[in-house]
């Protein structure tokens, strides 16, 4: 399987690309919107602010063809910020729309009273089976670094949830739409599981 990590600068993108091709994908790291067409899936990264990472997916011209690409099945993995842009919104800065691939949005952690952002191990518990959790049993530790969190607007997308200060999700998927809000690459062997079982999806008929 080739994944193709979407490189706008703004990512761990070579500790993810090295993860993903431990678990045996074929990565092609690029920020050309045609090698987007090409690819058996995708993987979406992101450390940084909402916005620019809106600005520079726009400047690269990869919207659109992340949009296209996803609507015509290809499995899409976003890690980390990679997740958030996959809502429609984000409070964060000025404010920004994102890719509109879920329904939600994205607001400030609610941690009254702990150190936010929040950085460190989180046990993540399971409240659907996913894909991405396969084997994993009904909850697993992985490294998170965030200060917003994801509001999806429909229960039914929301995979796992950590805790720091409020229930968080984690975890989200709709069809081939996924998104971890850690970082799996940091996330020993339960977070090479992870990127293992989503390296094995296929595009959708």
Partial sequence: MTVVLVDYG?????SVEKALEHVGARVARTDDAGALAAADAIVLPGVGAFPEAMRRLAALGL???L???AAAGAPLLGICLGMQLLFEWSEEHEGAAGLGLLPGTVTRLRAPGLKVPHIGWSTVTFTRPSVLTDGLGEAAAFYHVHTYACRPAEESDVVGRGEYGERFVSIVERGNVMGAQFHPEKSSLDGLALLRNFVGVRVAA
């Fill in 10 to 14: 703004m990512g761990n993108r070579r």
């Fill in 67 to 69: 949009r296209e690409r």
């Fill in 63 to 65: 919207v659109e063809p």
